[in-house]
């Protein structure tokens, strides 16, 4: 299914701007999570350009450490909701496909993004040529070899470990990763990774972690570093230009 402003604003109220989804909360924590690993990576006064607003959490940390930041969005809900909640920042309402810039980006954040797309590799291609010979693409990503996802194929819940839940179409989901497919999708569009990592250690769906602790679900987001990035269910990669310093052609 093409993505097109009107989808994109259903996804929007029914799920981002919606206050009756009953696990925003574990999904909000992973963020947390991620913002922290993000800020030790952008330096003060970096220009970044973040692909969606999504609910804003990483909006609001990107804010609060001063960066000179530009969002872009389709969803003219959410393009309404992040105007009023940071009139100070740009923020333009446009399909990642439509967008144009003169100026070039130290950094891209494209999270959770990539399987939302049509075609993936194209959007890929087209960050590239929005950053600095020099710039950095930092891509969130779900994986589609999670524990929990190996464990509903193990138990015949699902046929394939990239199958899509019904979760997954609600969001708007149109494929899961794994680190393997990814880089190939980067290396299509001209980048390479130079570091990666995961995060959340999900043995079972959101629908079964409703009343989980909030210190539990930290400490699911926490453990990461200690257990293998390829089981986790989130992927996170930096890459670079194919050719920038210190990246091989």
Known sequence: MSNSTEKLD??????????AIPDIHIENLCQEYFSAWLLKRIHAGARV??????????TNALVGIGCDLTVIEGSGVLVEIARRRHPHIACAHVLF???LTERPFDLVLASHVLEHVDEPVTTLKRICSWLRADGDLIAVVPNRNSIHRQLAVAMGLQPRLDTLSGRDLKVGHQRVYSFQTLEEDLESAGMRVTESMGYFLKVVPNSMMLDYSTDLLKSLNEISP???KDVLANIVVL????????VGA
């Open 226 to 228: 200690s257990l293998p």
């Open 97 to 99: 496909e439509d967008f």
């Open 10 to 19: 259903k996804i929007a109220t029914e799920y981002h701007a919606s206050d």
């Open 239 to 246: 890459a670079k230009k194919i050719g920038a310093p210190g």
């Open 49 to 58: 350009l973040e692909l969606g607003y999504g609910d804003g959490l990483i």
